[in-house]
Protein backbone atom coordinates (compact mmCIF):
# COMPACT_ATOMS: atom_id res chain seq x y z
CA UNK A 1 0.00 0.00 0.00
CA UNK A 2 1.42 3.35 -0.95
CA UNK A 3 0.17 7.18 -0.28
CA UNK A 4 0.86 9.76 -2.44
CA UNK A 5 0.65 12.97 -1.41
CA UNK A 6 1.03 15.82 -4.07
CA UNK A 7 0.11 19.49 -4.28
CA UNK A 8 2.62 21.49 -2.19
CA UNK A 9 4.95 24.55 -3.51
CA UNK A 10 5.50 27.91 -2.65
CA UNK A 11 2.89 30.47 -1.53
CA UNK A 12 2.54 34.10 -0.21
CA UNK A 13 0.83 34.56 3.32
CA UNK A 14 -2.97 34.97 2.16
CA UNK A 15 -2.87 32.50 -0.43
CA UNK A 16 -4.21 28.85 -0.96
CA UNK A 17 -3.40 25.44 -1.98
CA UNK A 18 -4.80 22.77 -2.62
CA UNK A 19 -2.86 18.82 -1.51
CA UNK A 20 -4.29 15.33 -2.80
CA UNK A 21 -3.11 11.99 -1.31
CA UNK A 22 -3.88 9.12 -3.35
CA UNK A 23 -3.72 5.32 -2.53
CA UNK A 24 -2.41 2.77 -4.75
CA UNK A 25 -1.66 -1.02 -4.17
CA UNK A 26 -3.11 -3.04 -2.47
CA UNK A 27 -6.80 -2.47 -2.06
CA UNK A 28 -7.69 -1.53 1.71
CA UNK A 29 -10.63 -0.12 3.57
CA UNK A 30 -9.82 2.74 5.69
CA UNK A 31 -11.46 3.93 8.53
CA UNK A 32 -10.30 7.87 8.26
CA UNK A 33 -7.51 9.34 6.49
CA UNK A 34 -5.59 12.28 7.91
CA UNK A 35 -3.19 14.88 7.25
CA UNK A 36 -0.13 15.63 9.91
CA UNK A 37 2.64 18.20 9.11
CA UNK A 38 6.20 18.86 10.57
CA UNK A 39 7.83 22.12 10.69
CA UNK A 40 11.52 22.44 10.22
CA UNK A 41 13.02 21.85 13.84
CA UNK A 42 9.55 20.20 15.26
CA UNK A 43 7.55 17.50 15.59
CA UNK A 44 4.81 16.35 13.57
CA UNK A 45 1.64 17.45 14.32
CA UNK A 46 -1.68 16.75 13.56
CA UNK A 47 -4.01 18.47 11.38
CA UNK A 48 -7.11 17.29 10.01
CA UNK A 49 -8.81 14.08 9.35
CA UNK A 50 -11.95 12.86 8.28
CA UNK A 51 -14.02 9.12 8.71
CA UNK A 52 -14.38 7.76 5.45
CA UNK A 53 -17.29 6.00 5.48
CA UNK A 54 -19.30 9.35 7.01
CA UNK A 55 -17.09 12.23 6.49
CA UNK A 56 -17.23 13.89 9.75
CA UNK A 57 -13.95 16.05 9.71
CA UNK A 58 -12.18 16.77 12.72
CA UNK A 59 -9.11 19.49 12.65
CA UNK A 60 -6.16 21.05 14.91
CA UNK A 61 -7.69 24.26 16.42
CA UNK A 62 -4.65 26.02 14.73
CA UNK A 63 -6.29 25.58 10.70
CA UNK A 64 -9.85 25.70 12.06
CA UNK A 65 -11.73 28.15 10.03
CA UNK A 66 -8.88 27.89 6.93
CA UNK A 67 -8.15 24.25 6.11
CA UNK A 68 -11.09 21.97 4.67
CA UNK A 69 -10.29 18.04 4.34
CA UNK A 70 -12.37 16.32 2.30
CA UNK A 71 -12.70 12.63 0.22
CA UNK A 72 -12.83 10.96 -3.10
CA UNK A 73 -14.27 7.64 -2.42
CA UNK A 74 -14.27 6.57 -5.95
CA UNK A 75 -10.57 7.58 -6.71
CA UNK A 76 -9.71 6.59 -2.67
CA UNK A 77 -8.06 9.96 -2.18
CA UNK A 78 -7.95 12.73 0.37
CA UNK A 79 -7.30 16.68 -0.08
CA UNK A 80 -6.47 18.88 1.90
CA UNK A 81 -7.52 22.96 0.57
CA UNK A 82 -5.70 25.25 2.49
CA UNK A 83 -6.60 29.22 2.51
CA UNK A 84 -5.11 31.91 4.43
CA UNK A 85 -1.97 30.21 4.63
CA UNK A 86 0.44 31.47 7.33
CA UNK A 87 4.30 31.25 7.35
CA UNK A 88 3.54 29.67 10.75
CA UNK A 89 1.96 26.74 8.06
CA UNK A 90 5.13 26.02 6.50
CA UNK A 91 5.68 22.23 7.02
CA UNK A 92 6.42 19.18 5.20
CA UNK A 93 2.58 17.52 4.92
CA UNK A 94 1.89 13.92 5.49
CA UNK A 95 -1.04 12.00 4.70
CA UNK A 96 -1.98 9.20 6.72
CA UNK A 97 -4.56 6.07 6.71
CA UNK A 98 -5.91 3.70 9.29
CA UNK A 99 -7.81 0.61 9.12
CA UNK A 100 -8.94 0.59 12.61
CA UNK A 101 -11.18 3.22 14.71
CA UNK A 102 -8.80 5.32 16.47
CA UNK A 103 -8.57 6.32 19.48
CA UNK A 104 -7.82 9.42 19.04
CA UNK A 105 -7.59 10.76 15.56
CA UNK A 106 -4.86 13.66 16.14
CA UNK A 107 -2.92 10.37 16.98
CA UNK A 108 -0.12 9.48 15.05
CA UNK A 109 0.25 5.89 16.16
CA UNK A 110 -3.59 5.39 15.16
CA UNK A 111 -2.49 5.46 11.69
CA UNK A 112 -1.48 2.15 9.56
CA UNK A 113 0.42 4.06 6.65
CA UNK A 114 1.60 6.98 5.90
CA UNK A 115 2.85 9.04 2.13
CA UNK A 116 6.53 10.55 1.92
CA UNK A 117 5.05 14.23 2.48
CA UNK A 118 5.07 17.16 0.54
CA UNK A 119 6.78 20.13 1.38
CA UNK A 120 4.28 23.72 1.64
CA UNK A 121 6.71 26.68 2.04
CA UNK A 122 4.49 30.04 3.01
CA UNK A 123 6.02 33.13 2.54
CA UNK A 124 5.25 36.20 4.40
Known amino acids: VQLQASGGGLVQAGGSLRLSCAAS????????KGWFRQAPGKEREFVAA????????YYADSVKGRFTISRDKAKNSVALQMSSLKPEDTAVYFCAATVSIPREFGSQSAYDYWGQGTLVTVSS
Open 25 to 32: GRTFSSYA
Open 50 to 57: IRWSGGST
